[in-house]
């Protein structure tokens, strides 16, 4: 990972904050990371993020609400739009006028958000089994994320449980590591249950026909969270968009397949 990354947290709306690393310079790129128990964008990019500040680009990796080191508020509903307006409101405040926004999974559902609402912030939209193009009971029924709140919801919740559910993202169980268990349980202890509990996302596959900007999308074919056939919904409904599926590969193409997807980014983005 960077070792040049600098933390800032931003006031937000609602007295929240937003914890967002950056590195580089130039261009904006902002990673958008998924759900789940532990996530954050350093945890979700860690084979990213250095490839696209040596090609010369400025990487931001904010921390969702509820998530890394960001404000984890209990009680709440926690809407895409409340992850979307949170997010905006903290690269504004970095110098963000206009970016390429890459999203993986809840990360993809944030990325289209912001595009609708605004639509001259984002130039380019790069998602990773993006969610939001189903309707929520169609995610809760996939295995991946029967588990994942099966398990966060025990108050024992533990280590094991952690390693379990990153294995659960991957089709290569090799690619999970001690540290990176330890990294994304260290968060896990700090989260609400409500962060999945009482998340609440639309169905934005009807609106897919408004994202006009140039879209790369990647699915690994074993994905047990976000079904594989939802890149057919981008493909037929986006005048300019183009996705790649990986055999083999679960929900994390940018962890299983980390060479290829910043290869074929890196050259979506300087075309």
């Not at 559910?165 to 991957?170: A, D, E, F, G, W």
Request: a negative charge; aromatic letters at 10%.
């Amino acid at each position: 990972m960077t070792a040049g990354l600098t933390r800032t947290a931003y006031q937000v709306a609602g007295g929240y904050e937003i914890s967002v690393a950056e590195a580089g310079s130039g261009r904006p790129v902002v990673f958008l990371h998924g759900s789940g128990p532990g996530a954050s964008g350093a945890s979700n990019f860690r084979l990213n993020a250095d490839a696209f500040v040596a090609a010369g680009y400025r990487v931001l990796l904010p921390d969702m609400i509820g998530y890394g080191a960001s404000s984890k508020p209990e009680g709440i509903d926690y809407t895409l739009q409340l992850f979307t307006d949170s997010v905006h409101d903290a690269l504004v405040q970095a110098g963000v006028t206009s970016a390429v926004l890459i999203g993986n999974s809840l990360g993809g559902g944030v990325a289209m958000q912001m595009a609708f609402d605004h639509p001259g912030f984002v130039e380019k939209l790069v998602m990773m089994a993006p969610g939001c193009v189903e309707e929520l009971p169609v995610y809760f029924a996939m295995p991946g994320i029967a588990k994942m709140k099966s398990s966060f919801g025990s108050p024992e919740f533990s280590l094991e449980d952690q390693r379990a559910l990153i294995t659960n993202l991957v089709y290569d169980a090799s690619m999970v590591t001690d540290e990176l268990v330890a990294e994304r349980y260290a968060v896990a202890r700090t989260q609400s249950k409500d962060v999945l509990a009482r998340m609440r996302t639309p169905n934005l596959a009807p609106r897919l026909g408004e994202l006009t900007m140039p879209i790369l999308g990647f699915w690994g074919l074993q994905d047990d969270f976000c079904p594989a056939s939802g890149a057919q919904r981008f493909l037929e409904a986006c005048p300019d968009a183009r996705f790649m599926t990986f055999n083999g590969v679960g929900h994390w193409v940018q962890v299983e397949r980390a060479a290829e997807f910043n290869r074929y980014t890196l050259a979506f983005l300087n075309g």
